[in-house]
């Protein structure tokens, strides 16, 4: 199965300054089409996950361009440039290049 | 808009069974691929299984491989999760959640339901 780790596992940010997560993969996420199906999700406290970034870059429907993702082949990073309230939350990357799906051991961010 | 509402959820012995379903609204499911997603209490996020947009195709954890089974109601927009065999790391909370089709994402998930594995 692909690992992804993902660094920090807590970020502590000050209301609008910028946190950024990092997520490394076990195997290239690269796929045999020419994808990378790395995506990143929000949980905030009591809540199911929702989707901000798909395909390393793309921000969801709806989703803040305070929030960007990077990266290319093993190695993705998710930053909000200036953090708010209602950021708080933990922060999960997945891969779906291939089965199993896995997901990141999450990264709690929180105000400072 | 998009809706998935799961249900079935609840206290079941180790070795016993439980069904879970989850009802959708907003979309057909003859047209989106469809996921398990199970989260332990206080822990991280689990991929479970996935039925493909045409049925044909499942796929699961190997952690459940040949105890749970993914299906689908497309008469009544239905996703059901048949849980046999259940052990104590079972017990989690399970989303459902919808394929984000052609990106090989997860882009909408439901409220979750509890199953608790204890005897």
């Known amino acids: 199965d692909i690992v992804l780790t993902q660094t920090p596992l807590s970020s502590p940010v000050a209301l609008g300054q910028p946190a950024s997560i990092s997520c490394r993969s076990s195997h290239s996420l690269v796929h045999s089409d020419g994808n990378t199906y790395l995506s990143w999700l929000q949980q905030r406290p009591g809540q199911p996950p929702r989707l901000l970034i798909y395909k390393i870059s793309n921000r969801f429907s709806g989703v803040p361009d305070t929030f960007s993702g990077s990266g290319a082949g093993t190695d993705f990073t998710l930053k909000i440039s200036r953090v708010e309230a209602e950021d708080v939350g933990v922060y999960y990357c997945m891969q779906a290049t291939e089965f199993p799906w896995t997901f990141g051991q999450g990264t709690k961010v929180e105000i400072k | 808009q998009v809706r998935l509402v799961e249900s079935g959820g609840g206290v079941v012995q180790p070795g016993r069974s439980l069904r879970l379903s989850c009802a959708t609204s907003g979309f057909s499911l003859r047209n989106y691929g469809m996921h398990w997603v199970r989260q332990a209490p206080g822990k991280g996020l689990e991929w479970v299984a996935k039925i493909s947009f045409g049925g044909a195709k499942k796929y699961y954890a190997e952690s459940v491989k040949g105890r749970f089974t993914i299906s689908r109601d497309i008469t009544n927009n239905t996703l059901h999760l048949q849980m046999n065999s259940l052990r104590d790391e079972d017990m989690a909370v399970y989303y459902c959640?919808?394929?984000?089709?052609?990106?090989?994402?997860?882009?909408?998930w439901g409220q979750g339901t509890l199953v608790i594995v204890s005897s």
């Open positions: 959640a919808r394929d984000f089709q052609g990106n090989w994402a997860i882009d909408y």
